[in-house]
Every structure is written in C-alpha cells, then in structure tokens.
C-alpha cells in the first residue's frame, strides 16, 4: 500500500480505537488479532518458535499442544496491547495510576532518580511498555525511548506524537540517537530501551533461552560510559484493565577489563534477566521476528 494510504489507516484505526467504549475495544483487538494470527503462517511459525525456547527450563522440548496454546493466547494478547495503546493517549493521568496497581521493585527507580547520574531501563516487547512509560513519568521520571524510524516519515511522526501523549518522549534509531541518550543520562534522567532484539544487526553475543543470539549493545556500553544505574522492567497487562509494572535490582555495570569484554559480560546478565520477565508472562512476549538461529 502507498505511504500516504498507510498514515490514513493508521490514523483512522488509532482513532476510531479512542473513541470505542472501553474493553469493547480490547475484545474487538484480541479477537481481530487472533483471527489473522491464524492465517499469518509467517509470524505465527516465528512467534511458536520463540516461545517455544520460553517455555519450560533450557533443555526441555515444550509439547506441540502446550506450545500451540501459547501461540494462540499470544496472538490474542498481542492484539489487547495495540487497543490498550490506541486508548491509552486519551486516558486520564489518575485513571492511568489507578490502573497500574500492581509495582514490584519500582523502589530501585527511586533509589536511582536520587542518585542523579541517570537510569537505563533495559525492556523486553512484553506487555505494554507504553502503560509502564507513561506510569513511571507519573512518578517524577518521563522516560525518553527510541524508535525505530518507520516509512513513510509521516508514519513515524505520528507514532512519535501518540506516545509522547503518554509521557513517553520518543528519539529515531538513527546515528544522532547515542548523542541524546547520552545528554540525556548526563542530565540524571531516565532511558528506556527495547532490547530482546538486535534491530541494527551489530550487537553482541550471548546467551539467550539457552541459543546463542545477538543483543544490543546500548544499554550496557552507556552505562559504562555514564555511570548510570542499569535496571530491567517490563509492565504487564492484567488483571482485567489493569497492569503490573516489575523493575529488577541493580545490574552492576563497571569495568573489568577491555571495553568489549565488559559491554558482552554485562549484557548477558541484562540477557537473563529479560529471560526472567518473559518468563513471568510468555504469553504477553510480542515478538513476530526470528528471534533465534538454531530452533
């Protein structure tokens, strides 16, 4: 389809998601999506395989039928967090904080805000990271993300402008993106970066899900560089209308040796602890990509 026929759609969906009664929209989305779930053999192949290394201890070989469940409650929650971000923008900043009722770690934000050198919260595509933005910008910390750049640009400006609604402040995946992350940390504030996939193709080896795969680099090479605490989160939609945002300690970021060394060393603990929060909801893991090499 043309760019300028994409902007309209996206444009006319996300509005008509606002507009619809609550939770009529997230059954409309959870069914819709399950529906083309089961004819994208595509994504659907990949998505059974990525669960399929979720699921169970490293060396277990999950049941087809217990796999297929997932895929199945995957798709459908999949399509619960597109409605839930449609509406999200015109939701109330109480109604948001009245619904996230549920926080477990959000101290180790806190704790890190004080400190002043800045926070990288390293997330996985699980949940909504969009509710957990827009929770913890109520708390006194807007978060800035980046974005990968979407075509046509006018797209991307208006994905750009929906979550900045939510309180997210939203950079492009782009050569001047390093610059104002690190500006950003330098100035005591908080990052956020979507991390269980390597979009750029130059991360690091670790591993993952017992399969060797590559990681972005970002988050630990900047909290080497900054001296910024390094935390993992992740924000999960349920129960009902409701989310529950999760932070995890402190990852120690310090150097040990060769920048290279020390920047694959602590994004394999980022690694295990993203297996950690998929972990607690693998349904909620909205990853459509290849994600691993060897299933």
């Known amino acids: 389809m043309s760019g300028k026929f994409r902007v309209a759609l996206f444009k006319t969906l996300g509005g008509a998601a606002e507009l619809l009664p609550e939770r009529f929209d997230v059954t409309l989305g959870r069914y819709l999506a399950s529906l083309y779930g089961r004819r994208l053999s595509g994504a659907r192949q990949n998505l059974r395989e990525n669960l399929r290394h979720a699921l169970g201890p490293v060396g277990s070989v999950p049941s087809d039928q217990f796999v297929e469940r997932f895929v199945n409650r995957a798709f459908a929650s999949y399509g619960q967090y597109w409605a839930e971000g449609a509406k999200l923008p015109s939701l109330s900043k109480a109604v948001v904080a009245d619904r996230c009722i549920f926080s477990e770690g959000v101290e180790h934000l806190e704790d890190s805000k004080a400190r002043g050198k800045g926070t990288i919260l390293a997330i996985p595509h699980v949940g909504s990271w969009e509710w957990g933005g827009s929770y913890v910008e109520q708390l006194g910390m807007p978060m800035t993300a980046v974005a990968e750049e979407l075509d046509p640009p006018a797209l991307f400006r208006w994905f750009k402008k929906k979550r900045e609604a939510m309180g997210i402040l939203i950079e492009p995946l782009n050569d001047q993106a390093s610059g104002v992350l690190l500006r950003t940390l330098r100035a005591g504030e908080l990052i956020g970066l979507l991390c269980d996939r390597d979009l750029q193709g130059n991360g690091v080896e670790v591993e993952f899900f017992g399969e060797r795969v590559t990681m972005p680099a970002g988050p630990a090479t900047l909290a080497l560089r900054t001296g910024a605490t390094l935390l993992a989160g992740a924000a999960y939609a349920g129960p009902g209308s409701d989310h529950f945002v999760v932070v995890t300690p402190p990852i120690e970021a310090v150097r040990l040796g060769r920048l290279r060394d020390d920047v694959t060393r602590i994004t394999q603990v980022i690694a295990h602890?993203?297996?950690?929060?998929?972990?607690?909801?693998?349904?909620?893991?909205?990853?459509?990509q290849p994600r691993f090499t060897n299933p």
């Open 273 to 288: 602890e993203l297996e950690g929060l998929i972990r607690r909801a693998p349904e909620q893991w909205h990853v459509l």
